[in-house]
């Protein structure tokens, strides 16, 4: 396996880290093959980026054959749109060495946790593209064949996640422009992938009716979207088991921790292979 571990500059000279997990190719196997690659963005708020919805996501689709890659991107003090663009560099440096990292382009899916979930859309949408286009990216280039979502951030309106919004845009929360713009139901369209999301409906943080306007807006612009509603357990689960729990205890909810095992098979099937195939 190869591992790396790097610094991405943000435009407001803030560090993003970005690492990678890439199995090998062998000889007597197939030196030549591409795999599909899966970009983790962690949340916490925009405050922070905790490292339980990081690595230990990363490594279950490691598991499976995809290559996978974590970006904890910069949060407050930074803000819009410096998330959102090394999202963008992360993608196109997963371009630029897919040759040596062996990743097949044309499937990347990106997974983002409560307001990691929101970049991830945010990303993956129209939302941001002007935005991209300005510092020199091609969104249309870069966006992914796939958005999994995990308890996700998405509306600025009414069921906001309120602290998430403050930290992203600073003195410009309240904005009414500026709220639109980050509020991801209203960019749902023709260019949004296949989307795969969850939530716990008891939810006391993110509220359950931010993936239900997601809902919404896929079914509105036909987005093919495939979503899990868990009766049980509240924000910030990861993994629902152990070995993400806060202090290993805390955050484990049987019958939540199938989400994973469900994504797995979605992905699959929207790729139309399993990450264990050949190019």
């Not at 396996?1 to 190719?25: C, H, K, V, W």
């Not at 598991?63 to 560099?89: G, I, K, M, Q, W």
């Not at 049987?254 to 098979?265: F, H, K, N, S």
Request: aromatic share 10%; charged share 20%; glycine share 8%.
């Amino acid at each position: 396996m190869q591992y790396f571990e790097t610094t991405l500059t943000g435009i407001d000279g803030s560090d993003a880290r970005f690492a990678g997990y890439m199995p090998d190719n062998y000889p007597d196997i197939d030196p030549d093959r591409r795999r599909p690659a899966v970009l983790v963005l962690p949340g916490s708020g925009y405050w922070q980026t905790t490292d339980r919805e990081g690595e230990p996501i990363a490594l279950k689709f490691l598991a499976e054959d995809y290559n996978a890659f974590v970006l904890h991107y910069s949060c407050r003090p930074s803000v819009y749109p410096t998330s959102v663009l090394e999202v963008a560099e992360a993608v196109r440096r997963m371009h630029e060495h897919a040759d040596d990292w062996h990743i097949d382009t044309s499937r990347i899916a990106v997974i983002g946790f409560s307001a990691g979930g929101h970049l991830a859309a945010d990303f993956a949408t129209s939302a941001s593209d002007d935005v991209m286009r300005a510092h020199g990216y091609d969104p249309d280039m870069l966006r992914p064949a796939a958005l999994m979502l995990s308890y996700p951030v998405i509306s600025a309106g009414e069921h906001r996640h309120d602290g998430s919004f403050r930290a992203l845009l600073g003195e410009r929360y309240a904005d009414p422009d500026m709220m639109r713009e980050v509020s991801i139901e209203e960019h749902i369209g023709a260019k949004t992938p296949p989307v795969f999301v969850w939530h716990t409906v008891p939810d006391d943080c993110v509220p359950v009716e931010n993936t239900l306007l997601l809902i919404a807006a896929c079914k509105a612009a036909d987005v093919p979207i495939e979503t899990h509603l868990f009766p049980t357990g509240g924000h910030g689960l990861s993994l629902a088991t152990a070995e993400t729990a806060w202090g290993g205890t805390d955050g484990i909810e049987p019958g939540v921790d199938v989400w994973i095992r469900l994504a797995l098979a979605w992905l699959a099937r929207t790729f139309g292979t399993s990450g264990h195939d050949t190019m």
